[in-house]
């Protein structure tokens, strides 16, 4: 092909471009993207990386209230908070850590370095919309990987323009331009496509189960997570008190969107009854005779979840539901017997309605909490209430859950808001959860290291590697040009020819096999 039909190609629609073509182009820039980003010394990646946190966290009010608005789910008071948090909040929490430059071991004679993944693919949840897409953007930017978002469609407009406000911030700082870039119509087959494209290094998958299955099938490395299902238990020893608090203000926080939030309270007799008071005084309200029976069927007609009730009030499901509530409402405590599948309030609800089983000792707590994780929310997380350490230990201990919260709200404090896991969106539920990763994700999972060993023999000593940086290491070996080679000197003149041919070649590859 000529010089002069290849321009004509690539520019004005001699050939129309199809969604699924645009969108490899997104990959592709990304790849180029990524390619110079990790070129970049710490620096200049924490200046990157603050100027996007900073950009989301002035407008956390704007998305939050938006992402109610478009989504329908949760609230935007709590939504701001999670928006602040996974912005300024999640930059803060780990610019003090390096992701960029090395590490000597001289004792070992080990240099490590890290080593970006290089395009990250991020699937984002309408539950959790904007900051998931803040969280997942603030990771990449620390760790000089590129990121393509993709929203899910119920919030797809909140999260496209909180993508590209973070994207503008990011590259008038001085990041690589194409380094975030946003899916604006994302459908199955696209994400399905773009998933397996060969130009994904990595996908970063939140959302429900059949998403994160879909992200293990494409064939690329995949980080995700399961469901959760948490168990809340409240033994002989707690602070009732503080307990009924926190619970009643974790089960609504957000309307329960969180998948870390608690789904069945479990509560020894000995304080059943005390703890029933305290819970009422904060805003639950206890629901049995008929309404449990109308709330069943409401919130699990045919045994399968409502999904109009995601992310609702208590009072608007108390409504939907025909029962006779307090005006005061912030949470439904429904009772139920036996902790088996059949019973339905036994499994996840992303809604402000807490399952409620009462047990006669502490040992019998462990064992239904750890039914109750059996049914769903294996690897995921667990809360208990407890000032008995051996009690405590036993409940981490035999439950299949990888983050134990204790006498701490579990939405915020598996998340790590409250307490100090490392605070996340994506929390990784491990082999148990069927996830490869059993984490609250970070940038540590975005990166490898690459690891320069030398000889164990003492004679072999370790390099002097002191002044030397991986990003720039390769410009010392690069030959001296000198204008006799025909390039005046100017080393990047010389190979911009040969780049451009390059990425020609790879953009037909592209469009000729869409």
Same mark, same amino acid.
């Given at each position: 092909?000529?010089?002069?039909?290849?321009?004509?190609?690539?520019?004005?629609?001699?050939?129309?471009?199809?969604?699924?073509?645009?969108?490899?182009?997104?990959?592709?820039?990304?790849?180029?993207?990524?390619?110079?980003?990790?070129?970049?010394?710490?620096?200049?990646?924490?200046?990157?990386?603050? %100027?996007? %946190?900073?950009?989301?966290?002035?407008?956390?009010?704007?998305?939050?209230?938006?992402?109610?608005?478009?989504?329908?789910?949760?609230?935007?008071?709590?939504?701001?908070?999670?928006?602040?948090?996974?912005?300024?909040?999640?930059?803060?929490?780990?610019?003090?850590?390096?992701?960029?430059?090395?590490?000597?071991?001289?004792?070992?004679?080990?240099?490590?370095?890290?080593?970006?993944?290089?395009?990250?693919?991020?699937?984002?949840?309408?539950?959790?919309?904007?900051?998931?897409?803040?969280?997942?953007?603030?990771?990449?930017?620390?760790?000089?990987?590129?990121?393509?978002?993709?929203?899910?469609?119920?919030?797809?407009?909140?999260?496209?323009?909180?993508?590209?406000?973070?994207?503008?911030?990011?590259?008038?700082?001085?990041?690589?331009?194409?380094?975030?870039?946003?899916?604006?119509?994302?459908?199955?087959?696209?994400?399905?496509?773009?998933?397996? &494209? %060969?130009?994904?290094?990595?996908?970063?998958?939140?959302?429900?189960?059949?998403?994160?299955?879909?992200?293990?099938?494409?064939?690329?490395?995949?980080?995700?997570?399961?469901?959760?299902?948490?168990?809340?238990?409240?033994?002989?020893?707690?602070?009732?008190?503080?307990?009924?608090?926190?619970?009643?203000?974790?089960?609504?926080?957000?309307?329960?969107?969180?998948?870390?939030?608690?789904?069945?309270?479990?509560?020894?007799?000995?304080?059943?009854?005390?703890?029933?008071?305290?819970?009422?005084?904060?805003? %639950?309200?206890?629901?049995?005779?008929?309404?449990?029976?109308?709330?069943?069927?409401?919130?699990?007609?045919?045994?399968?979840?409502?999904?109009?009730?995601?992310?609702?009030?208590?009072?608007?499901?108390?409504?939907?539901?025909?029962?006779?509530?307090?005006?005061?409402?912030?949470?439904?405590?429904?009772?139920?017997?036996?902790?088996?599948?059949?019973?339905?309030?036994?499994?996840?609800?992303?809604?402000?309605?807490?399952?409620?089983?009462?047990?006669?000792?502490?040992?019998?707590?462990?064992?239904?909490?750890?039914?109750?994780?059996?049914?769903?929310?294996?690897?995921?997380?667990?809360?208990?209430?407890?000032?008995?350490?051996?009690?405590?230990?036993?409940?981490?201990?035999?439950?299949?859950?990888?983050?134990?919260?204790?006498?701490?709200?579990?939405?915020?404090?598996?998340?790590?808001? &409250?307490?100090?896991?490392?605070?996340?969106?994506?929390?990784?539920?491990?082999?148990?959860?069927?996830?490869?990763?059993?984490?609250?994700?970070?940038?540590?999972?975005?990166?490898?290291?690459?690891?320069?060993?030398?000889?164990? &023999?003492?004679?072999?000593?370790?390099?002097?590697?002191?002044?030397?940086?991986?990003?720039?290491?390769?410009?010392?070996?690069?030959?001296?040009?000198?204008?006799?080679?025909?390039?005046?000197? &100017?080393?990047?003149?010389?190979?911009?020819?040969?780049?451009?041919?390059?990425?020609?070649?790879?953009?037909?590859?592209?469009?000729?096999?869409?």
């Amino acid at each position: 092909m000529a010089a002069a039909e290849e321009h004509s190609f690539w520019k004005d629609g001699d050939r129309p471009q199809s969604v699924e073509a645009r969108a490899r182009m997104m990959l592709e820039q990304a790849h180029w993207a990524a390619t110079s980003f990790a070129a970049f010394d710490r620096e200049r990646t924490l200046r990157i990386a603050r %100027a996007a %946190a900073d950009a989301g966290f002035a407008k956390a009010q704007h998305y939050a209230d938006w992402a109610v608005r478009e989504t329908g789910f949760g609230v935007a008071e709590h939504k701001k908070i999670k928006n602040e948090l996974c912005s300024r909040g999640i930059f803060e929490h780990y610019a003090d850590q390096d992701y960029v430059g090395k590490r000597i071991d001289p004792e070992r004679k080990i240099v490590e370095f890290a080593r970006p993944a290089g395009v990250i693919f991020a699937l984002v949840p309408s539950t959790n919309p904007v900051s998931t897409v803040f969280y997942k953007i603030i990771l990449a930017l620390l760790t000089r990987n590129a990121i393509v978002i993709s929203p899910h469609p119920l919030a797809k407009g909140c999260c496209a323009d909180a993508a590209r406000l973070l994207g503008e911030a990011a590259q008038k700082a001085g990041a690589p331009d194409g380094v975030v870039q946003v899916i604006e119509e994302p459908t199955i087959p696209l994400i399905e496509a773009l998933m397996a &494209d %060969a130009r994904t290094d990595v996908i970063l998958a939140t959302g429900g189960t059949a998403v994160v299955r879909a992200a293990y099938r494409s064939g690329n490395p995949a980080i995700g997570v399961g469901p959760g299902n948490a168990p809340v238990f409240v033994d002989a020893t707690a602070d009732i008190a503080k307990a009924a608090r926190r619970i009643v203000a974790s089960k609504s926080f957000d309307n329960s969107v969180l998948c870390t939030n608690e789904s069945v309270l479990v509560a020894e007799d000995a304080i059943a009854d005390k703890l029933e008071r305290q819970l009422q005084k904060e805003g %639950a309200h206890l629901v049995d005779g008929d309404d449990r029976d109308r709330l069943r069927q409401y919130l699990f007609p045919d045994g399968k979840f409502n999904l109009a009730a995601l992310g609702k009030n208590a009072a608007w499901i108390a409504k939907e539901a025909d029962l006779r509530v307090p005006a005061r409402l912030k949470i439904l405590l429904a009772p139920f017997e036996l902790a088996v599948p059949e019973e339905v309030f036994a499994r996840e609800k992303l809604c402000p309605v807490l399952g409620y089983i009462r047990v006669p000792h502490a040992k019998r707590g462990i064992d239904v909490s750890r039914a109750i994780m059996r049914i769903s929310g294996s690897g995921h997380s667990a809360a208990i209430h407890s000032r008995d350490p051996r009690t405590i230990m036993a409940f981490a201990a035999q439950l299949r859950a990888l983050r134990c919260v204790v006498n701490s709200p579990c939405s915020t404090g598996a998340a790590g808001f &409250d307490t100090h896991l490392a605070p996340a969106m994506t929390v990784g539920t491990g082999y148990v959860g069927r996830s490869s990763v059993g984490d609250n994700i970070g940038p540590q999972h975005l990166i490898n290291w690459v690891r320069i060993a030398y000889d164990k &023999d003492a004679a072999e000593t370790l390099g002097d590697f002191g002044g030397i940086e991986p990003w720039d290491s390769t410009a010392s070996l690069a030959p001296e040009i000198h204008p006799a080679d025909g390039a005046g000197g &100017d080393i990047s003149a010389a190979m911009r020819e040969e780049i451009r041919k390059v990425i020609l070649e790879e953009l037909r590859d592209l469009f000729m096999g869409s």
